[in-house]
């Protein structure tokens, strides 16, 4: 895919060169950045970028599109990616522009929009912030640790943004752990970092052009925490109307991007050491926010039931069958009930079509997923009308399962393919409009009494038929 | 007529509700440890089904009989599809098929666990049909009431022990039952059936050969005692012709019937009955006298080519001579000096005596009883059953697993000894008609006959309230232990599960990479192959003793030794079993003077298993061990930094009592432990990679230890040369 991209890039960058100028993807320079605060949040899993802007139309006719480069390393794991006005604290229409590439300066970039409320008049400006969180590219340094040792993890990012548009006066923080220090390259730049109120300032820098040669800053800092990844979750949400249930179902790949351990796990330690109870980079438990008033939990893995979970105040506390250090991998299953009528609404006027709308996610906190495929299953019957997810999908598929009882063409399955989610994002909802027919509710039961009656009935004539060649 | 048609509906009715109580009570007694535990396969033998199952299940039947298992057995691999009985995993897998196709498609685990349950209640029925051949329905019902609940059954057939037997006593009740039919009818259908099940008996047990042996004994006798006839003649020829033909086409059996000599008394006895049969006819033709000496020649002509042909047959080896298993069924020390493999396997030890009271209880004393009945009467299928008595107490005196078989006839033979009792005890008819006639009878007589039954049947009817209880009880305590996951508690008494097994074979499986070699002792390569899905040196299905050995060798040899031998079958993890820490007295170390003989019997210059005993004979881990004890891998992966865990000199092991000194244990130079369980029960190490410089691990370990020791040194001294100066 990304070297798909790449390579549609460099056709257009050769076509651009034969041509001449005139490109419908240089973006016009109509702004200008007064102000660019980059404050980079390393306290989760994965990394949350908050870039607070002061811009000013320098066009001749009002604008109210915002464009902002995204850096390329980034780009194919951003999660998030919203904007909002500084005072008023309201989001704005926002979007990546995923399959365009731009150029700025003759470089390719990627780039998402932001579309201002009004457009600003030349020579005004405004305050904007954008939120970013992708996933982290921070690595553990050094590579192994002992049990015990604090985990520290160094971050390789760009020192200088990559923008559009210029950039008058350029800020970079970091935030969100105890300790920064700054790793020097030989011949690199001399150190224009400090620690300030937990906080690690670079800059402030003046002037920068459009797009400026990559120039990276690696920070080393302590983050004595696991770094818990999904690589695939498979969340099964079964709605039964018989039951009036809505049953969860959902699958874990679960890994630890957190040190590994130098030497092999000594549990001899491990218990001395009572590392079970220190914050440190392995995993012990995983806490799930559960929808309210959930019922019959369970916890399972490739190997059978998982006996050390607890269910409290609408939380699921799993302990894993063993601590997960990092680079260890840990797969299971989890599941549970929830009353079908927290769920689903029936559409005023219309008997038989009905709205239900299911959380994202019930992950721990603090993860990052690389790929989710969610599936709703609706009774077999059940005909889609609508599907509406708020978050980016990859795919969304409508296709059918065979599962308990189904004698027809099988449960409707609404099967939403996701890519680099956050757990954040746990409190959208996605949203399926589905016509259920009353017939379609009998009909199951139904040919289900048929087909016992006509097996006993064959039954009891056969036990009568005398089979005898002479009486 | 339309009172008995109403009495006949009301005795269907009757025992249509008996039965399905029966396989209730069968069924949800084997669920004691699907509700304590969980649905899950027990034990080792069933995860190696198992897995088999879902093989079949995910490749097809054909792929699955041609299934080479490069997973087993490394660097040999298993021609897995043609060394096991397909029986089981076959009929699993239609059962999961069939299921899916009424719309419930379930699990293959769950239909894997509850396998055995299910099939419990098909004995219960062909135990019910088998008895009423031989008295009448009220026995067969008794018997069928016996077998549902009876432990010696139980034991193997719980929920989640999807093992061969579990299918096997119910093909050996319907086959024995189709062929008492067939014997007493001639009805070729019936034969025909036997002869089926037998083929299916053939596919799921190696058990079959108790079937093979004792049909034709039955056969034998009958025509001994002069009971030859022709129904006799058509059943049996029927039954072998069509058994053993279909019986060949299991890959497992293939030519065995014709080559091997656990076969030949049922070709014996066709050829014998061929042989009869064209006596009887001669017999019919000839006079008495001239029959006679026809006779007397031709036997002693037939008995001299029969035992001539069967020992030039065996010499040139045509046909297999007796297995080990074979030989040990008659001595029982044999295993024991011979093949130590299958002396240590703890099923084939000779049963103790309460363990007939402890799965059979009240049946077993009125199991002789019941055979002495059947004397009294001596009907052909009553030979029948008492050859079977006889040859199976035997045969579960030897061994304690062959319980499983005698069960059943113990079953059979109680209910017909109640059913009797009943009969004469329980029949208060007789009264009434007595009292009209007014014999002359007293009315004392008439009191104490009535207290007599009321007492004798109070009595049974107590005595089976007690056997309901008693089975129950042991079904529930002694049974039903997944094994693989033990019940404790926590410290505020709440029931808590160890889980070591899954938790390692878990952690295996998700941090090891896929083609990762497992050396352990044969008794967990099942359970490696099924839940940490890895590849194993040795499992349970113990073909090949000398790779076993290796393994034994392996863990009785010095750590340096053990690393090349281990080294050269390409190893990554060793696994080993330690309950030293939590009392869990089922672990390696019990087990290693198996290892230790085991690989004696191949390398008896190397491995000695003196050598590991005390100078006063004692089997010790403490201080007194012995030196090479001391030196073994298993010894140091057993209890590696064990006394550290107490005050890092001296560890007290759980299991056997004694204190594990550190200094006997010493430090680990070619292995490196990379994961042990939450009790210590199961402990992983990595073989070590060749050191970088060259050097042989152990001096390379010695070198850092020393550098690390020598690093210390030179700061402690440098004060005193400081107040020198």
């Given at each position: ?297 369970y916890f399972t893995d490739l190997v059978g039931a998982v006996s050390t979970f ?10 894993p069958r ?9 797969n299971f299953t989890i599941g ?136 | ?26 069924v949800s007694s084997r669920l004691f440890s699907v509700i304590r535990f969980e649905s899950i396969i027990h034990e080792f033998d069933p995860w190696f089904n198992f897995r088999a199952t879902k093989?079949?299940v ?30 089981l995993m076959?009929?699993s897998?239609?059962?999961w ?9 379930v699990d293959i685990r769950n239909v894997c666990v509850m396998f055995a349950p299910a ?35 139980i034991s193997r057939s719980v929920a989640g022990s999807y093992d061969?037997e579990a ?308 079904t529930s305590?002694a049974y039903s232990s997944p094994s693989v996951v033990l019940p404790s ?6 029931p808590a599960l160890i889980d070591d097994f899954r938790e390692a074979y878990y952690w295996l499986r ?13 008794d967990y390569?099942y359970q490696i192959g099924g839940m940490a899905d ?6 349970n ?43 869990f007295?089922g ?90 369980s939450?009790?210590?029960i199961v ?43």
């Amino acid at each position: 895919m990304l070297a798909g991209t790449r390579l549609f890039a460099l056709i257009l960058a050769f076509l651009h060169y034969v041509i001449g100028q005139a490109n419908v993807n240089t973006l016009p320079a109509c702004w200008e950045n007064v102000d660019y605060v980059r404050t980079v949040d390393v306290s989760r899993t994965y990394l949350q970028e908050t870039v607070q802007l002061h811009i000013k139309n320098v066009d001749e006719k009002p604008n109210d599109q915002y464009y902002f480069a995204l850096p390329e390393e980034n780009f194919e794991t951003v999660a998030l990616f919203s904007a909002k006005l500084k005072k008023a604290d309201v989001f704005l229409h926002s979007a990546i522009l995923s399959d365009q590439t731009f150029f700025v300066n003759g470089k390719p970039i990627k780039a998402g929009i932001v579309k201002l409320p009004s457009p600003i008049e030349p020579g005004k400006d405004t305050f904007i912030v954008i939120d970013l969180v992708y996933k982290s590219s921070a690595q553990p340094f050094p590579g192994h640790l002992k049990l015990g040792e604090t985990q520290r993890l160094l971050l390789s990012t760009a020192k200088y943004p990559t923008s559009a548009y210029p950039i008058e006066s350029y800020t970079l923080k970091f935030i969100g752990s105890s300790s920064f220090e700054e790793v020097k390259k030989v011949g690199g730049d001399e150190a224009s970092c400090s620690n300030v109120n937990d906080e690690f300032i670079c800059g402030t820098y003046s002037s920068l052009e459009v797009h400026r040669e990559e120039d990276s800053i690696s920070v080393l800092f302590d983050h004595n925490l696991p770094l818990p990844r999904v690589s695939t979750l498979n969340r099964d949400i079964w709605a039964s109307h018989w039951a009036s249930t809505l049953q969860f179902e959902e699958y874990y790949e679960l890994i630890n991007d957190a040190a590994p351990l130098k030497e092999g796990f000594s549990r001899a330690d491990y218990m001395k050491g009572q590392h079970a109870f220190k914050p440190s980079g392995h995993l012990t438990a995983l806490e799930m926010a559960l929808p309210p008033q959930s019922e019959d939990h369970y916890f399972t893995d490739l190997v059978g039931a998982v006996s050390t979970f607890k269910f409290l105040q609408g939380h699921l506390f799993l302990k894993p069958r063993y601590p997960i250090f990092g680079d260890w991998k840990y797969n299971f299953t989890i599941g549970w009930t929830n009353a079908l009528s927290q769920f689903l609404r029936v559409e005023s006027g219309l008997d038989d079509t009905f709205l239900l709308s299911v959380p994202a996610l019930n992950g721990p906190d603090n993860t990052f997923y690389d790929s989710v495929n969610l599936s709703i299953y609706l009774p077999e019957g059940a005909e889609v009308v609508d599907v509406w997810c708020p978050l980016p999908t990859d795919s969304t598929k409508i296709t059918t399962k065979h599962s308990f009882f189904d004698l027809g063409q099988g449960h409707t399955k609404v099967a939403i393919e996701l890519k680099n989610l956050v757990d954040t994002v746990s409190d959208s909802e996605v949203f399926v409009r589905y016509k259920f027919s009353n017939s379609s509710l009998y009909k199951k039961p139904f040919s289900i009494a048929t087909a016992i009656f006509v097996a006993s009935m064959a039954y009891f004539f056969l036990k009568h038929t005398t089979f005898l060649i002479e009486q | 007529m339309a009172q008995s048609q109403a009495l006949r509906w009301i005795q269907l009715l009757l025992k249509c509700t008996i039965f399905l109580s029966m396989t209730g009570a069968a069924v949800s007694s084997r669920l004691f440890s699907v509700i304590r535990f969980e649905s899950i396969i027990h034990e080792f033998d069933p995860w190696f089904n198992f897995r088999a199952t879902k093989y079949l299940v995910n490749h097809g039947f054909y792929k699955f009989l041609n299934w080479f298992d490069d997973r087993t057995w490394y660097p040999l691999g298993r021609v897995t599809g043609g060394t096991l009985y397909p029986g089981l995993m076959a009929t699993s897998a239609a059962v999961w098929h069939g299921l899916r196709k009424i719309g419930l498609p379930v699990d293959i685990r769950n239909v894997c666990v509850m396998f055995a349950p299910a099939f419990s209640g098909v004995t219960a029925w062909a135990t019910y049909h088998l008895t009423c051949e031989i008295k009448d329905s009220g026995a067969g019902l008794l018997a069928a009431a016996f077998i549902a609940i009876a432990p010696g059954y139980i034991s193997r057939s719980v929920a989640g022990s999807y093992d061969n037997e579990a299918i096997a006593i119910t093909l050996l009740m319907v086959t024995f039952m189709f062929w008492i039919k067939a014997m007493k009818t001639g009805s070729i259908m019936h034969s025909t059936l036997a002869a089926v099940f037998y083929f299916y008996m053939v596919s799921a047990w190696g058990g079959y050969v108790f079937i093979t042996n004792l049909i034709p004994l039955h056969v034998f006798i009958l025509i001994l005692m002069g009971r030859y006839s022709t129904r006799l003649y058509s059943a049996y020829t029927t039954w072998y012709a069509i058994g053993t033909m279909a019986s060949m086409q299991i890959p497992f059996v293939g030519f065995l019937p014709i080559r091997s000599n656990d076969h030949m008394a049922a070709l014996g006895v066709f050829g014998l009955t061929q042989i009869v049969a064209l006596g009887s006819f001669i017999k019919s033709q000839v006079s008495w006298a001239k029959f006679k000496t026809v006779m007397v020649v031709s036997i002693a002509f037939l008995l001299a080519v029969g035992v001539f042909g069967l020992f030039a047959l065996t010499y040139f080896g045509y046909i297999a001579p007796w297995t080990g298993r074979f030989y040990s069924l008659w001595d029982t020390n044999y295993a024991k000096i011979h093949i130590p493999i299958i002396a240590s396997v703890s099923e084939h030890q000779p049963t103790a005596w309460p363990a007939f009271f402890f799965d059979t209880q009240f049946l077993i004393w009125l199991f002789p009883a019941g055979v002495f009945l059947l004397f009294l009467e001596l009907k052909d299928e009553h030979v029948f059953i008492i050859a079977y008595s006889v040859l199976c107490s035997y045969f579960a005196g030897v061994m304690v697993r062959l319980m499983l078989t005698l069960t059943p006839i113990i079953c059979v033979c109680s209910a017909v000894t109640i059913s009797k009792l009943f009969d004469v005890y329980a029949d208060f008819s007789s009264k009434a008609t007595d009292a009209t006639v007014a014999s002359p009878i007293s009315q004392k007589t008439r009191i104490m006959t009535l207290v007599t039954k009321l007492t004798v049947c109070g009595t049974f009817l107590g005595y089976l309230y007690l056997f309901v209880y008693h089975c129950t009880w042991v079904t529930s305590n002694a049974y039903s232990s997944p094994s693989v996951v033990l019940p404790s508690r926590n410290q505020d008494g709440s029931p808590a599960l160890i889980d070591d097994f899954r938790e390692a074979y878990y952690w295996l499986r998700m941090n090891t990479a896929d083609d990762a070699k497992v050396a352990s002792w044969w008794d967990y390569g099942y359970q490696i192959g099924g839940m940490a899905d890895r590849t194993t040196l040795v499992d349970n299905n113990t073909w090949n003793n000398t790779h076993i050995a290796i393994v034994g060798k392996a863990m009785s040899s010095p750590e340096e030794k053990a690393y090349e031998i281990l080294k050269e079958h390409d190893v990554d993890y060793v696994l080993v079993i330690f309950g030293g820490l939590i009392g869990f007295s089922g672990d390696d170390i019990n087990k290693f003077l198996w290892m230790v003989r085991i690989s004696e019997g191949i390398w008896p210059d190397e491995i000695k298993e003196r050598e590991y005993f005390t100078s006063s004979g004692e089997y010790r881990m403490d201080e007194a061990a012995p030196q090479t004890m001391k030196d073994s891998l298993m010894y140091k992966l057993s209890y590696y930094r064990f006394p550290s865990l107490f005050n890092g000199v001296e560890g007290t092991d759980r299991v056997r009592g004694q204190r594990i000194r550190q200094q006997d244990v010493g430090e680990l130079d070619y292995f490196e432990e990379v994961f042990t369980s939450e009790n210590w029960i199961v402990r992983l190490y990595q073989l070590k990679e060749q050191d970088p410089l060259g050097r042989d691990l152990h001096s390379a370990g010695e070198f850092a230890r020393s550098s690390a020791r020598g690093f210390k040194k030179r700061i402690a001294k440098k004060p005193s040369v400081d107040v020198r100066v």
